[in-house]
């Protein structure tokens, strides 16, 4: 690392069996499964429980943790209390999601990490119904994740292909290797705390403009510019001006985002059936080929051309499965990745993470605890060495 811009790239902090970011090849693989494979087909129940395998004791079938998933979103909203409505409703709404994940009680076994899953769904459908001025809807456990999701936000049994696309997103970004939040939850967790806290660590580092946070400015640009017609003169406007193009681009994937294009299948076939708006797709393609377009690009996130990863999921969010402010709250992810930050925190205490439960897990915390103090100690001398390096610039 011999450049103050590189940050902590190249710094091995943790091993992991979750996921493997692959950007130069444009890949992501979830513990074994490419993300192209799975993310067109799987619920997000399977990616639950393919996350979970090895960190739980007796971890149902597909059917079991579905079933298991409902009873537990219904668990949780029997925690809400008669006061919430008028008291979270002033708040923004991921304060007001953050503020009721708090309540649920820690622990590291398979009940905890599922209600911390399915509190999310809950939570959110209910702080977003409050700010309309009406009564939350209880969960129907009979019902799978997305579906019963979109039926408590919107009031109304949602459409196969919205559950379908809902579905895809979920799995497609239920984990991403070790970005800021998920280090976070890893801290947390080699501490000996709970599952519940660690989650809200990474909660808390994923709220951020710089990580979860990214494609709020992208909604906003997408409104300021209106129209397809408009998207050229109105990045060119915007690059003559200075300022920065969120959206465009990825620090690590460098031909393509897999992530990009499975988010965009399901927002097409959706467009098919006219269930989202196709002038915001297309306010969302137009936005993206004008910038590739432009020869002044250099002020934009210097990476490859075919990144759609935040315009798609943004137009997506604006056209139809969710109000935008859902996407405000947030990146849009304390349900979407609840279920890694749970497997993240029980990967931290194994030995061996693909094998050991959170029995064992118990019986090797230390070994656990070694190898994240080791990973702080090498990021801590990292970032002493930049700041040495940098006080020696400007005042030797």
Known sequence: ????????????????????????????????????????????????????????????????????????????????????????????????????????????????????????????AAVMRWRLGVQALAPDASWPHAADMLRMLHGRAPTASQVGALDTYLVTVCDHGLNASTFAARVVASTGAG????????????????????????????????????????????????????????????????????????????SAQGQVGAARFELAEATEHGRARDPAREKARPRARDQRRVLHRAAARSAGLRPRELHLRVRGRPRERMGGACARAGEEGAADPAAVGVRGARRTRRRGRARALSGCLALLMVLARKAARRFCRRYL
């Open 1 to 124: 690392m011999n450049d103050d811009d590189d940050g902590l790239e190249g710094v091995v902090a943790a091993h992991t069996v979750l996921s493997e970011v692959d950007g130069a090849a444009g890949r992501l693989v979830i513990r074994g499964h490419a993300l192209d494979d799975i993310a067109p087909h799987w619920r997000h129940e399977d990616a639950m429980r393919l996350l979970f395998q090895g960190f739980f004791d007796t971890l149902p079938d597909a059917a079991g943790l579905r079933a298991l998933l409902g009873r537990a979103r219904c668990e949780v909203f029997e925690r809400l209390q008669p006061g919430d409505a008028a008291t979270l409703r002033q708040l923004p709404p991921i304060e007001a999601v953050r503020a009721l994940l708090a309540r649920l009680p820690d622990g590291d076994d398979l009940a905890t990490a599922l209600r911390l899953v399915a509190a999310p769904a809950v939570y959110t």
């Open 195 to 270: 599952l519940a806290s660690a989650v809200l660590a990474g909660l808390s580092a994923l709220k951020g403009p710089l990580h979860g946070g990214a494609p709020g400015p992208v909604l906003d640009a997408l409104d300021a510019i209106g129209t397809a017609a408009h998207a050229r003169a109105w990045l060119e406007e915007a690059v003559a001006g200075g300022q920065r193009l969120m959206g465009f681009g990825h620090r690590i994937y460098r031909v393509r985002d897999p992530r990009a294009d499975a988010l965009k299948g399901a927002l097409q076939r959706l």
